[in-house]
Nanobody, 126 residues
Framework: VQLQASGGGLVQAGGSLRLSCAAS????????VGWFRQAPGKEREFVAT????????YYQDSVKGRFTISRDNAKNTVYLQMNSLKPEDTAVYYC????????????????????WGQGTQVTVSS
């Protein structure tokens, strides 16, 4: 599975962006997808994840109520709608996929995910 993240950019605090993660080269219908982010000088952290059916959705506490993850399996794409953006949301955002959620790791653990896309930069100005 190859993943391509897009949709990043520069936005003022309080604004919105929608990130897209387009998949190719595999059965997108069977993969769970997660979004992670990495701010300068910080470790990569979990943002949100969605199961293949959309029946399981999980967010990091700091983005709950502001970010929404969704998927369109007909378009092989997962979205991350980001509203009420804050300067602390500034980071490179990555999407990642796994064929199934393993019981060995939490759904917010990057070791859960086998396939990674390149990042897309999100910058929120104050």
């Amino acid at each position: 599975v190859q993943l391509q993240a897009s949709g990043g950019g520069l936005v003022q605090a309080g604004g919105s962006l929608r990130l897209s993660c387009a998949a190719s080269g595999g059965s997108f219908l069977s993969v769970a997808v997660g979004w992670f982010r990495q701010a300068p000088g910080k470790e990569r952290e979990f943002v949100a994840t969605i199961s293949w059916s959309g029946g399981i959705i999980y967010y990091q506490d700091s983005v709950k109520g502001r970010f929404t993850i969704s998927r369109d399996n007909a378009k092989n794409t997962v979205y991350l709608q980001m509203n009420s953006l804050k300067p602390e949301d500034t980071a490179v955002y990555y999407c990642a996929a796994t064929l199934y959620y393993s019981n060995n790791y939490g759904r917010d653990d990057e070791r859960q995910y086998d396939y990674w896309g390149q990042g897309t930069q999100v910058t929120v100005s104050s």
